[in-house]
């Protein structure tokens, strides 16, 4: 029969019947990844043991929540190497986790619509302005006007002002010393009269030079001795407010005895916030942070297994600052696992240096988590996880620029084909280059130490 044949009139039947078009929109990346295990007959713990991922991040892959994952350099590895586990493509699921993400975000914003301002009025032009030599006189007239109030008004103010004055020495207000005099000294306004009343009714008076500084020395008696220092300004006939000093002399002080030097700086002062003495850390930044009245200083880091456990850099932990203003200073250091001990020493100018120091455990992480970054070169990449093949002679090149993330419980072999061209980052540590050398090699990768060339095939 022909398809002339087919046509029907009326309510009868033209042509072929037809299926319905499914506008049944595609599933989600945690729908795709579920189907996928379930059509390979495994549940989430299973899934967890084979993939080396926790259980905690394959439920949250499958349910949608990106926000419960890691920072998106781990969550692509997760990705990667669950989609391989479940014979998917993992560009594929990579894109879909990205259009997914996107989607979120665009929710996430709300977008104004635009409103186009209304159309202004045509105005005649404007008329050029002309000045004439009646308009210059104004202006001449009023610039003089306003710098007679502005000197007039300086002027105001600075008899309106009270003078400041400072002291400087003794460094503090209230201190014991061991002598018959001591030196009073400190800063004030060019040529202030500094007046100085002492006990027994004494009264003595210093004036300051150009840059304002002052000293004057006062006889001390045995016991308390109270002095109160008044700067007066000559030109504005005003006082500043009075700075009160209690010096206390031991009684019993013999005149002639020696007297120390009362104008000698003031003693040293350490204190560390933390970390703690016998803290226990996880691998990754310490910050080290405290106190000091110094204006430098040291931290250092050293092990304290034998042998000595290596840096993430490689190098020792050196480090050098200066103290920020009210005496606070912090510096944070990347520990792998093992035991540490912390010293921090001040220093100050004229005064011996202090020291405190710190011994600390980082611990052994319950997992390792391996960022490789192709940061020099390209290179291609055979990865084994506790025995499991994660990424074989097959797999995509590592560019320029790109990461890959493993996880593992106890160590993770590669074989690179250009070492030298990578940098890895083991639990958030940065041990920086994977070797020095551009031919392939293999290497073994174990938390708490460094990266070790290997002879060992897998």
Same mark, same amino acid.
């Given at each position: 029969?022909?398809?002339?044949?087919?046509?029907?009139?009326?309510?009868?039947?033209?042509?072929?019947?037809?299926?319905?078009?499914?506008?049944?929109?595609?599933?989600?990346?945690?729908?795709?990844?579920?189907?996928?295990?379930?059509?390979?007959?495994?549940?989430?713990?299973?899934?967890?043991?084979?993939?080396? @991922?926790?259980?905690?991040?394959?439920?949250?892959?499958?349910?949608?929540?990106?926000?419960?994952?890691?920072?998106?350099?781990?969550?692509?590895?997760?990705?990667?190497?669950?989609?391989?586990?479940?014979?998917? !493509?993992?560009?594929?699921?990579?894109?879909?986790?990205?259009?997914?993400?996107?989607?979120?975000?665009?929710?996430?914003?709300?977008?104004?619509?635009?409103?186009?301002?209304?159309?202004?009025?045509?105005?005649?032009?404007?008329?050029?302005?002309?000045?004439?030599?009646?308009?210059?006189?104004?202006?001449?007239?009023?610039?003089?006007?306003?710098?007679?109030?502005?000197?007039?008004?300086?002027?105001?103010?600075?008899?309106?002002?009270?003078?400041?004055?400072?002291?400087?020495?003794?460094?503090?207000?209230?201190?014991?010393?061991?002598? /018959?005099? @001591?030196?009073?000294?400190?800063?004030?306004?060019?040529?202030?009269?500094?007046?100085?009343?002492?006990?027994?009714?004494?009264?003595?008076?210093?004036?300051? !030079?150009?840059?304002?500084?002052?000293? =004057?020395?006062?006889?001390?008696?045995?016991?308390?001795?109270?002095?109160?220092? %008044?700067?007066? !300004?000559?030109?504005?006939?005003?006082?500043?407010?009075? @700075?009160? %000093? %209690?010096?206390?002399?031991?009684?019993?002080?013999?005149?002639?005895?020696?007297?120390?030097?009362?104008?000698?700086?003031? /003693?040293?002062?350490?204190?560390?916030?933390?970390?703690? /003495?016998?803290?226990?850390?996880?691998?990754?930044?310490?910050?080290?942070?405290?106190?000091?009245?110094?204006?430098?200083?040291?931290?250092?880091?050293?092990?304290?297994?034998?042998?000595?456990?290596?840096?993430?850099?490689?190098?020792?932990?050196?480090?050098?600052?200066?103290?920020?203003?009210?005496?606070?200073?912090?510096?944070?250091?990347?520990?792998?696992?093992?035991?540490?001990? @912390?010293?921090?020493?001040?220093?100050?100018?004229?005064?011996?240096?202090?020291?405190?120091?710190?011994?600390?455990?980082?611990?052994?992480?319950?997992?390792?988590?391996?960022?490789?970054?192709?940061?020099?070169?390209?290179?291609?990449?055979?990865?084994?996880?506790?025995?499991?093949?994660?990424?074989?002679?097959?797999?995509?090149?590592?560019?320029?620029?790109?990461?890959?993330?493993?996880?593992?419980?106890?160590?993770?072999?590669?074989?690179?084909?250009?070492?030298?061209?990578? =940098?890895?980052?083991?639990?958030?540590?940065?041990?920086?280059?994977?070797?020095?050398?551009?031919?392939?090699?293999?290497?073994?990768?174990?938390?708490?130490?460094?990266?070790?060339?290997?002879?060992?095939?897998?």
């Amino acid at each position: 029969m022909t398809a002339r044949h087919q046509i029907r009139i009326g309510s009868r039947r033209l042509g072929r019947e037809r299926a319905a078009i499914d506008a049944t929109p595609a599933p989600q990346l945690g729908d795709m990844l579920q189907l996928a295990r379930e059509r390979k007959g495994v549940d989430l713990f299973r899934a967890e043991r084979d993939t080396k @991922i926790r259980l905690k991040y394959l439920a949250a892959l499958e349910d949608g929540h990106f926000q419960d994952l890691p920072a998106p350099v781990y969550t692509k590895g997760f990705l990667r190497n669950y989609a391989m586990y479940l014979a998917l !493509d993992p560009e594929e699921v990579l894109q879909r986790w990205r259009d997914e993400m996107i989607q979120l975000q665009g929710r996430k914003s709300v977008q104004r619509p635009t409103v186009a301002p209304p159309p202004r009025p045509i105005s005649a032009p404007r008329r050029s302005v002309t000045f004439s030599a009646g308009w210059l006189m104004a202006l001449l007239v009023m610039a003089a006007v306003l710098g007679f109030v502005a000197y007039i008004g300086m002027q105001l103010l600075r008899f309106a002002d009270v003078p400041a004055v400072q002291l400087t020495d003794p460094p503090s207000l209230v201190s014991t010393v061991n002598a /018959e005099h @001591i030196l009073l000294a400190g800063s004030s306004g060019p040529g202030a009269l500094i007046n100085i009343h002492g006990p027994n009714n004494q009264y003595l008076t210093a004036t300051s !030079d150009g840059s304002g500084q002052w000293s =004057r020395e006062v006889p001390l008696a045995p016991g308390r001795n109270d002095f109160s220092v %008044i700067a007066f !300004d000559p030109v504005t006939r005003r006082e500043s407010a009075p @700075i009160h %000093i %209690i010096v206390s002399v031991p009684l019993g002080v013999v005149a002639g005895s020696p007297s120390p030097d009362v104008s000698r700086p003031p /003693e040293l002062r350490l204190t560390l916030a933390g970390p703690s /003495e016998g803290a226990s850390l996880d691998p990754g930044e310490v910050t080290v942070r405290g106190t000091t009245n110094g204006g430098r200083v040291t931290i250092s880091a050293r092990s304290l297994d034998a042998p000595a456990s290596p840096s993430a850099s490689g190098e020792d932990h050196e480090y050098d600052l200066s103290v920020a203003a009210g005496g606070r200073f912090a510096q944070t250091v990347e520990l792998a696992s093992g035991r540490w001990e @912390i010293v921090v020493t001040a220093y100050s100018s004229g005064l011996q240096p202090i020291s405190q120091s710190r011994n600390l455990t980082v611990e052994q992480a319950d997992e390792i988590v391996l960022v490789i970054e192709a940061a020099r070169n390209d290179s291609w990449l055979r990865l084994v996880s506790d025995g499991t093949v994660v990424r074989g002679w097959g797999g995509p090149t590592l560019r320029r620029g790109s990461s890959v993330t493993v996880t593992a419980e106890s160590e993770i072999w590669l074989r690179a084909g250009r070492p030298g061209a990578l =940098r890895i980052t083991l639990n958030g540590v940065d041990l920086g280059s994977l070797g020095t050398n551009a031919r392939a090699s293999n290497w073994i990768i174990r938390p708490g130490t460094q990266p070790e060339q290997t002879s060992e095939t897998r």
